[in-house]
């Protein structure tokens, strides 16, 4: 059997992959089995902060495994300690609980906010209300918190305690009434609803949101699983919006390719967890955290300003371009709603050896944070004629 075919006969059918298979790389160059190299403009869906087989990042991993691979949360290591003041001092957080994934570190975030609202309002007080359109992960309890009602109709019943609104006034309406009926522990939002199709939320609505929080106490909540570590020219997405969330999910590029997630407690859930509340097996684990100070600790003003910059690049480039209605996003998270078909765009930029993805039913553009400027002008030369055909 080829690889195509192995693939399809050993490992469950859950992906719908693109007909490449990934040999080696370097930076956002990726070569494929059949020897064609391909710009990329997926990151790995965000994780490759800087790009494949970038020098610092694989010298971190490196040096932590020729010490030790993994040590579990019974013992202390300096990778894992160092992360978490780093991610304090970036952020003006409080204290970190690591996990592997996105999903896992909205799970986190969820229990932190229960556990508030009941140690402190009792055992009623659990509703988390997130947004329509929004996506927080594939466990069942992440799927629940997802404000997709088709990601839901496979999976019944659902982890009880959960709504959605929709992201204007008219939600904010909605969450009042709903409040007096179920009171809301916890308002979780995607400042960016990336899987959703790479909608910003409206500022207004983000402020009048964290006001509402505020006045009746129910902690807000920002997955930054997508939208964070440099991603839109700001640390994490909440600080283009002015906020001061209680709880923060990460992961994604935070580790630039390896399984972590991190969940960042603010002043009032910095105590919430005691010993045995909460814990994971692998979360922290040095080697991963290794590789994660190596990404945070390069991603400074001069960075965030250049993703900013390239941003606007590619903004200036796509806007009024044939064959492209609309633009979204933030920094190097963009969304291109094209005439064609998203499915047909991404089938012929790969023909050209450039890799994207979809977002619903638009282009999603993902590079890593460093993509140099010809190769990003070259990609995006290939997308507009694509788009223009």
Not at 63 to 89: K, W
Not at 262 to 289: I, M, Q, R, Y
Request: with cysteine; proline share 4%.
């Amino acid at each position: 059997m080829d690889l195509f075919e192995k693939d399809k006969t050993y490992i469950a059918s859950t992906y719908n992959r693109f007909p490449v298979a990934i040999v080696s790389g370097k930076g956002v160059l990726l070569k494929g089995e059949d020897g064609r190299e391909y710009i990329d403009l997926t990151s790995g869906i965000g994780v490759t902060a800087f790009g494949v087989a970038d020098e610092k990042w694989q010298q971190a991993v490196i040096d932590q495994i020729g010490r030790v691979q993994h040590t579990s949360n019974l013992f202390y290591t300096a990778p894992c300690a160092e992360l978490a003041e780093m991610l304090v001092q970036k952020t003006g957080m409080k204290k970190v609980f690591f996990s592997n994934s996105g999903a896992e570190a909205n799970e986190c975030a969820i229990k932190a906010a229960r556990k508030y609202a009941a140690d402190k309002y009792g055992a009623g007080r659990y509703t988390v209300v997130s947004m329509k359109n929004s996506f927080h992960g594939r466990t069942l309890t992440t799927l629940s918190a997802t404000g997709q009602d088709h990601y839901h109709e496979l999976y019944q019943p659902l982890t009880p305690g959960f709504a959605s609104i929709d992201a204007n006034p008219a939600g904010l309406a909605d969450l009042d009434a709903l409040h007096v009926k179920t009171p809301v522990a916890a308002v979780m939002i995607e400042c960016i609803q990336g899987e959703g199709g790479v909608l910003p939320l409206d500022h207004a609505f983000v402020s009048a949101l964290a006001a509402w929080c505020n006045r009746t106490d129910a902690l807000l909540i920002v997955d930054e699983v997508q939208t964070g570590n440099g991603r839109t020219g700001k640390l994490y997405a909440y600080m283009n919006y002015g906020i001061s969330p209680d709880i923060v999910s990460t992961a994604k590029g935070l580790a630039g390719g390896l399984p972590l997630g991190a969940t960042l407690l603010g002043e009032k859930v910095k105590d919430v967890f005691g010993f045995g509340d909460h814990g994971s097996t692998f979360g922290g684990n040095p080697v991963c955290c290794a590789a994660a100070l190596s990404i945070l600790s390069r991603i400074d003003d001069a960075l965030l300003a250049d993703v900013k910059r390239k941003g606007d690049l590619l903004r200036k480039t796509f806007d009024g371009a044939k064959g492209i209605e609309q633009v979204t996003g933030m920094g190097l998270l963009l969304g291109l709603k094209t005439t064609k078909p998203a499915p047909e765009v991404l089938a012929a930029c790969r023909d050209r050896g450039v890799l994207c993805l979809t977002a619903k039913d638009k282009v999603r553009l993902i590079p890593a944070l460093n993509i140099p400027d010809d190769l990003l002008a070259k990609a995006a030369n290939v997308i507009k004629e694509v788009c223009a055909e």
